[in-house]
T-cell receptor
Framework: DTAVSQTPKYLVTQMGNDKSIKCEQN?????MYWYKQDSKKFLKIMFS???????INETVPNRFSPKSPDKAHLNLHINSLELGDSAVYFC???????????FGPGTRLTVT | QKEVEQNSGPLSVPEGAIASLNCTYS??????FFWYRQYSGKSPELIMS????GDKEDGRFTAQLNKASQYVSLLIRDSQPSDSATYLC???????????FGKGTRLHILP
């Protein structure tokens, strides 16, 4: 069974479009995250939710909006996509904020 | 000073030797420390976590934590070509209650 899953795995879209990435975890964890890994492979946190409550909101453009319908799911919606949004987006989950994080397989977003 | 620093490498180690990966951090209040391995095109995979000073061993991997000197290291014994990957150090930043990743060290095991 996949512990943290993301869909889609690949996303190719044009500038200006709106897209969503979905994440689900079956580990029973309370905390979920979105990370962005750019072309230089730097892994940077974007958002974190704990029991559906937003607890970390890094300096991310307002075009990015996370939503957590329940503690097993965390989605990321991106409006008006820009070329600079091209990256791999990872979802992760952990039992609590300072514990080990488990990552999903990633979504490679390419904006053309 | 950057919050979590790692030498980007590449670090080349002969097969069968010990690979030593280092990481320094700036927040003296940090309590949680992690090592992840990331193969090219894959997601980060947790190798070790360490929370107290000293060594923690798991198979061929040993994590070492020295809070006074603010560094954490990962030793890989009997290195195998399959250990070739990028190793990410992650540390909690106490004041912000979040975990920050270093930029990673690329390790290349020479057959």
């Amino acid at each position: 069974d996949t512990a943290v899953s993301q869909t889609p795995k690949y996303l190719v879209t044009q500038m200006g479009n709106d897209k969503s990435i979905k994440c689900e975890q079956n580990l029973g964890h309370d905390t979920m995250y979105w990370y962005k890994q750019d072309s230089k492979k730097f892994l940077k946190i974007m958002f974190s939710y704990n029991n559906k409550e937003l607890i970390i909101n890094e300096t991310v453009p307002n075009r990015f909006s996370p939503k957590s319908p329940d503690k097993a799911h965390l989605n990321l919606h991106i409006n008006s996509l820009e070329l600079g949004d091209s990256a791999v987006y990872f979802c992760a989950s952990s039992q609590d904020r300072l514990y080990e994080q488990y990552f999903g397989p990633g979504t490679r977003l390419t904006v053309t | 000073q950057k919050e979590v620093e790692q030498n980007s490498g590449p670090l080349s180690v002969p097969e069968g030797a010990i690979a030593s990966l280092n990481c320094t951090y700036s927040d003296r209040g940090s309590q949680s420390f992690f090592w992840y391995r990331q193969y090219s095109g894959k997601s980060p995979e947790l190798i070790m976590s360490i929370y107290s000073n000293g060594d923690k061993e798991d198979g061929r991997f040993t994590a070492q934590l020295n809070k006074a000197s603010q560094y954490v290291s990962l030793l890989i014994r009997d290195s195998q070509p399959s250990d070739s990957a990028t190793y990410l150090c992650a540390v909690n930043v106490n004041r912000d209650d979040k975990i920050i990743f270093g930029k990673g060290t690329r390790l290349h095991i020479l057959p």
